[in-house]
């Protein structure tokens, strides 16, 4: 999942490229990949399979797939990229603690004429594309060539247990389809159960919890090009506006009303996806990468859809594309690269595989598979969104340090120790201090 945290550059660690003639027939080609989806179920299985096939396809080609964890990879991709014996093909992440270093050394390649040729452009909304987008300083985000490629869609969901809405009167197989709506559902609910019991199971203990939460509040109060541009530092961008203040005092206004279990801070995101999907709460906000930890528990009972929209009618929620795949500057297959990179996105073969290990396709044209109900709705719910140009990206993108002060942030609103004002102020001034360094 793409939580955008801050890593130090840390040391190198073995990285193979082995370089012989493509398409020899006595010779070996090997492409060496590194990645971070090491899940299983997850995209570990799909990339393997893919991989294999590819091999098969292209006789003398030999795909070296290097699986590590989130904070090994990008900790030391960039050490490995300039050492020229590092990975040939690599993910990174999106921000300015990854790529944005990436791009700025020189270590990996613009993807414009792979583009071009792979009909790329079609595969994502035009909002989405700005994510992938550096200057070649590094230094404006958002706009410049296109730089990385993403595998999977992610979105923040609302998922919902149906039995128990049935059981406090409410019909599941009718949700509401904008945010007042969904507001005034959750006052009804919390009148309801018992205090003990939660409207919404939560977990926080990582810090990202109601970071990716708030989204489906925040695009019901601000225009999400406007989230956009913040996290892009496009000059005049403002995180301290009217629509913001709204959307931090509703999310204050849902804890003072007991709508979260009061562990929240106490309790890990999966583990919180975990207890949900035993029953506790009747709605899990969170991201559609644990959507099959929920499916398991829940079975038939569980329900999934996009956070409703406020009076522009937009679909919006935290969310984008997975870690970006780029190519190393310095590999001497870049071409046999983007081949690999457009058969394990945009291949029929590579879209089924994912939807096999409820994965999301980013390609737009993906079908989820008529037979299953439930990830079409997942699925659904994060089209929608895509399609009306809601998804608000990830917000500790918008500086190396904004994560920490969101965290901190968020849990002295939720416990009444700062304002909806002062919030925005602290993060508008963490904002400030780094586009000063970009100027």
């Known amino acids: 999942m793409a939580v955008g945290l801050a890593v130090a550059l840390g040391v190198l660690t073995a990285g193979v490229g082995v370089a012989t003639s493509y398409g020899a027939k006595t010779a070996t080609t090997t492409l060496t990949m590194w990645s971070y989806d090491n899940q299983d179920p997850g995209l570990e299985p799909v990339l393997k399979q893919l991989s294999k096939q590819f091999e098969q396809s292209h006789p003398g080609v030999k795909i070296n797939l290097v699986f590590k964890d989130f904070n090994s990879l990008v900790g030391t991709v960039p050490r490995a990229l300039a050492s020229g014996s590092g990975p040939d093909v690599t993910e990174g992440n999106q921000g300015y603690q990854t790529d944005a270093q990436l791009v700025k050394a020189k270590l990996i390649l613009p993807l414009d004429k792979y583009i071009k040729k792979y009909h790329w452009d079609r595969l994502y909304s035009q909002s989405t594309w700005g994510m992938f987008r550096w200057t070649p300083d590094g230094k404006s985000f958002g706009k410049g060539p296109i730089w990385g490629l993403a595998q999977t869609g992610q979105n923040v969901v609302v998922f919902y247990n149906k039995a128990k809405l049935r059981s406090l009167g409410f019909d599941p197989d009718t949700m509401p389809t904008t945010f007042a709506g969904f507001d005034k559902l959750l006052g009804q609910l919390r009148a309801k159960l018992p205090k003990s019991q939660p409207v919404?199971?939560?977990?926080?203990?990582?810090?990202?919890?109601?970071?990716?939460?708030?989204?489906?509040?925040?695009?019901?109060?601000?225009?999400?090009?406007?989230?956009?541009?913040?996290?892009?530092?496009?000059?005049?961008?403002?995180?301290?506006?009217?629509?913001?203040?709204?959307?931090?005092?509703?999310?204050?206004?849902?804890?003072?009303?007991?709508?979260?279990?009061?562990?929240?801070?106490?309790?890990?995101?999966?583990?919180?996806?975990?207890?949900?999907?035993?029953?506790?709460?009747?709605?899990?906000?969170?991201?559609?990468?644990?959507?099959?930890?929920?499916?398991?528990?829940?079975?038939?009972?569980?329900?999934?859809?996009?956070?409703?929209?406020?009076?522009?009618?937009?679909?919006?929620?935290?969310?984008?594309?997975?870690?970006?795949?780029?190519?190393?500057?310095?590999?001497?297959?870049?071409?046999?690269?983007?081949?690999?990179?457009?058969?394990?996105?945009?291949?029929?073969?590579?879209?089924?595989?994912?939807?096999?290990?409820?994965?999301?396709?980013?390609?737009?044209?993906?079908?989820?598979?008529?037979?299953?109900?439930?990830?079409?709705?997942?699925?659904?719910?994060?089209?929608?969104?895509?399609?009306?140009?809601?998804?608000?990206?990830?917000?500790?993108?918008?500086?190396?340090?904004?994560?920490?002060?969101?965290?901190?942030?968020?849990?002295?609103?939720?416990?009444?120790?700062?304002?909806?004002?002062?919030?925005?102020?602290?993060?508008?001034?963490?904002?400030?201090?780094?586009?000063?360094?970009?100027?």
Do not use: C
Request: no cysteine.
């Open 200 to 439: 919404i199971e939560e977990g926080n203990k990582e810090g990202y919890g109601f970071i990716h939460l708030f989204g489906g509040i925040w695009g019901a109060y601000e225009k999400p090009a406007s989230v956009r541009n913040w996290i892009y530092h496009v000059p005049g961008s403002r995180y301290d506006t009217p629509g913001t203040i709204k959307a931090l005092a509703k999310l204050q206004s849902w804890a003072k009303s007991g709508y979260f279990n009061s562990d929240y801070n106490a309790v890990g995101y999966d583990v919180s996806a975990g207890l949900f999907a035993k029953g506790k709460g009747v709605f899990w906000i969170g991201g559609d990468w644990d959507s099959t930890i929920i499916k398991t528990g829940l079975g038939k009972d569980v329900g999934a859809m996009a956070s409703p929209p406020g009076p522009r009618g937009v679909w919006s929620s935290i969310g984008g594309l997975s870690g970006p795949w780029h190519i190393s500057s310095k590999t001497k297959y870049a071409d046999l690269g983007a081949e690999w990179l457009n058969y394990v996105i945009t291949s029929t073969q590579a879209k089924k595989l994912m939807f096999g290990q409820q994965q999301l396709p980013a390609d737009s044209s993906a079908k989820a598979p008529a037979n299953n109900p439930y990830l079409t709705a997942v699925y659904k719910a994060f089209k929608t969104v895509a399609d009306d140009n809601g998804l608000l990206l990830y917000t500790d993108w918008a500086s190396p340090s904004m994560y920490t002060t969101l965290q901190n942030q968020y849990q002295q609103l939720l416990a009444g120790r700062t304002s909806a004002a002062g919030m925005a102020k602290a993060v508008q001034t963490d904002w400030d201090k780094f586009d000063k360094t970009l100027r």
